[in-house]
């Protein structure tokens, strides 16, 4: 059974960095690509970044660009989200999410979800 685990959430300053993992068990995520996506309250959620699953591309939101990098580390079958520079708007329930094939920008597209973890960013 497919199961993604995400981590590392919790409350940040303004300006600050946070580092989520999201953690794979019941299968490889090799061959997999992985989305980091993110739902606001009373917002749609949207995909802030994502990784192919040859590890060869990367895509992110305008929004994050520059600020947040995505990684993956297939021996431990993780992929990590560092976020730096944080801003109040970030705040949000941040989910993982895998595919077969490359990355896609629909919610729809992705096959499996982590359970999610609250980011919050705050003075």
């Known amino acids: 059974q497919l199961q993604l685990v995400e981590s590392g959430g919790g409350l940040v300053q303004p300006g600050g960095s946070l580092t989520v993992s999201c953690a794979a068990s019941?299968?490889?995520?090799?061959?997999?690509?992985i989305g980091w996506f993110r739902q606001a309250p009373g917002k749609e959620r949207e995909r802030v970044s994502c990784?192919?699953?040859?590890?060869?591309?990367?895509y992110y939101a305008d929004s994050v660009k520059g600020r947040f990098t995505i990684s993956r580390d297939n021996a431990k079958n993780t992929v990590f989200l560092q976020m730096n520079s944080l801003k109040p708007e970030d705040t949000a329930v941040y989910y993982c999410?895998?595919?077969?094939?490359?990355?896609?920008?629909?919610?729809?597209?992705?096959?499996?979800w982590g359970q999610g973890t609250q980011v919050t960013v705050s003075s």
């Open positions: 019941g299968f490889t995520l090799d061959g997999y690509s």
């Open positions: 990784i192919s699953n040859r590890g060869g591309s990367t």
């Open positions: 999410a895998a595919r077969l094939g490359v990355c896609q920008t629909q919610v729809a597209r992705y096959d499996s």
